[in-house]
């Protein structure tokens, strides 16, 4: 059993991580700036957020809070800055004096462009909201930590924010029209492999940039067709698009898919196919929602 900090824990990653930690028997203390968590400090505020630290004592910190809105970034690096590096160096402000806690970084898929599926040691941050998240890596890399390259989709069960298959899906479902991108490519895990690997993760506490991903790879476009079959939604509301035509205000990494054997290695687990994700999500979907 650990005592384990989740910040950010009220975002749409965060809100399916608790009660999945709490389930597996470990003591979870959230963070947000929400007043429905028990850690309300500013996570920039270095000073503050070790009182706090040393008071909770967690053995592991989970560190899910950031700015993850692309074109926001692209728009305010200096915001980008605030929410995905400063917290970070506050972290490690305590933690290298808590040489024994645990980090868990998640950072994003987004760091990798060109021809995938990339190896950890190939990075090329190709907007800001990318260039934020790498910063952010490398303050994690100086303490115990692992850092996550990830993505996901799935039941996102959060009463505000949305994962894409959600979005795809409540869409369509509504009869509206969609664009989805034809030429940006990615290997996501449901939001269950997810979380099961993150308790894997704390339980080996692995060190290093790890991929994190399923096996193989699909358009978002793919995805959106493949959800909208599973459904019988209308396809002809799908109307497939060229990123680089859509009026995007920060650029979109084409190719993000992810070589995830290091972390199967590392751990000794085995990673899902990308199409067992897919059938395993529409069943979890039809019996939520029948």
Request: hydrophobic content about 45%; overall charge neutral.
């Amino acid at each position: 059993m650990e005592r384990i900090l989740v910040t950010g824990a009220t975002g749409l990653l965060g809100m399916r991580l608790v009660p999945y930690l709490q389930s597996i028997g470990h003591v979870v203390v959230t963070q947000s700036r929400s007043a429905n968590t028990a850690l309300r400090h500013d996570l920039n505020d270095a000073d503050s957020l070790s009182v706090a630290l040393d008071n909770l004592a967690p053995t592991v910190i989970v560190h899910l809070a950031a700015l993850t809105n692309v074109d926001a970034c692209e728009a305010a690096p200096s915001l980008a800055y605030a929410a995905n590096v400063r917290p970070l160096e506050s972290l490690r402000f305590w933690l290298s004096k808590n040489t024994r806690v645990y980090l868990v970084n998640i950072s994003t898929d987004q760091v990798y462009d060109g021809q995938g599926p990339h190896l950890e040691k190939d990075p090329m941050p190709t907007n800001y909201y990318a260039f934020s998240k790498y910063a952010g890596e490398l303050v994690a890399q100086t303490v115990s930590s692992a850092i996550l390259r990830t993505n996901f989709f799935g039941w996102g069960r959060h009463p505000v924010r949305r994962t894409i298959s959600d979005w795809i899906l409540q869409e369509l479902g509504q009869g509206k029209a969609i664009n989805a991108f034809k030429d940006i490519c990615f290997n996501p895990l449901n939001l269950p492999s997810l979380l099961w690997i993150l308790g894997e993760i704390i339980k080996a506490k692995p060190r290093g940039i790890f991929n994190v991903g399923s096996h193989g790879g699909i358009s978002k476009a793919d995805l959106a067709f493949a959800l909208a079959r599973a459904f019988a939604y209308d396809a002809g509301l799908i109307r497939v698009v060229d990123s680089t035509n859509a009026g995007l205000k920060a650029y979109r990494p084409r190719d993000m898919r992810m070589n995830c054997l290091k972390i199967e290695a590392e751990i000794n687990v085995r990673l899902p196919s990308l199409e067992d994700e897919i059938k395993f999500f529409l069943d979890e979907y039809h019996v939520a929602t029948s």
